[in-house]
C-alpha cells in the first residue's frame, strides 16, 4: 500500500458545497477539491401568500433563500445556516433546533397560536405538518422548489473510478441513494455522513469507512472531514 492525499468530492447544490469547502480549508490543507452537484435547486410554482399565516415553518436554506418575508412574519427553522438565512431575508427567525426532530418537539412544547405553512421541497423528510397536527396544531405545507436529482461530472466519475481515495461528505439520503444509482465506486471511498439515516443509505455505496457527524449540521460534518484529512489514516491508496 502507498500513503495517498485524498480527494474531496462534493455533490451539494453548487452553493452550499462552495461554503462547505471554504470552511474545510479554513482548517486544513484540500489540494484536490471536485464540485459536482448531484442535486439542483428549482422553484416550483408560485411562492404562496402569507395572508393569514401567523409562521412559516424552515427546514431547509433552500427554502430560506427563495424567499423575501412580510414585516416581522415569524420563522421557525431547522438548523443555524437556516436561521441566519431566513433572517437575512427578513424573517423574525427562530432556531427551532438541528433536525426536524427538535423542531416538532420545540413547536409541540411552545405550542404558537395561529397557522403554520412549512415551506418546503418536493422530497421531505420527518412528516413535520403530520406530527404537527397531530399534536393538536394548526400546520398545513407548501413544495416551493424541486431538488432535481444530476449525474455526475467526468471529474467525478474518474475520481470515484481511480485508485486514489477519495472523501465524500453526505447531507442527505437522497444524495446518497442518487449516487448509488450512478454505481459503485472503485476508489477507496470515506463516508462522512450528517446523519446515521444518511450512513444507511450510503451503505450501497461500499465505502472503506463511515463517520458520522456529531451534530447535523455542515459545521460537523465539516470538522470530522477535518479531523480524517490530519489522521490521515486509514485514508490509503493502494
Known sequence: ????????????????????????????????????????????????????????????????????????LRAFCVGRKTTEIARAA?????????????????????????????????????????RLTGAGLQARDAVIYDQQAQALSAEAKALLDG????????????????LAGQGVPRAPLHVVAISAAVADHAAALRPRSVQIAKNPDRTAVCALVAALYRKGTPLEGG
Open 163 to 178: 485508485r486514489d481515495p477519495v472523501v465524500l461528505p453526505l447531507f442527505s439520503p437522497r444524495s446518497a441513494d442518487i
Open 1 to 72: 500500500m502507498t500513503q495517498a492525499t485524498p480527494a474531496l468530492l462534493l455533490t451539494r447544490p453548487r452553493e452550499d458545497a462552495e461554503a462547505c469547502l471554504a470552511e474545510l480549508r479554513a482548517q486544513v490543507p484540500v489540494d484536490r477539491a471536485v464540485i459536482s452537484p448531484v442535486l439542483r435547486i428549482v422553484p416550483r410554482g408560485v411562492l404562496p401568500g402569507m395572508a393569514g399565516v401567523a409562521a412559516v415553518i424552515l427546514t431547509s436554506a433552500n427554502a430560506a433563500r427563495l424567499l423575501s418575508a412580510p414585516a416581522g
Open 90 to 130: 427578513g424573517f423574525d427567525a427562530e432556531f427551532g433546533g438541528e433536525d426536524a426532530d427538535a423542531l416538532v418537539a420545540h413547536l409541540s412544547k411552545t405550542r404558537p397560536a395561529g397557522d403554520l405553512l412549512h415551506l418546503r421541497g418536493a422530497h421531505a423528510r420527518g412528516d413535520i405538518v403530520a
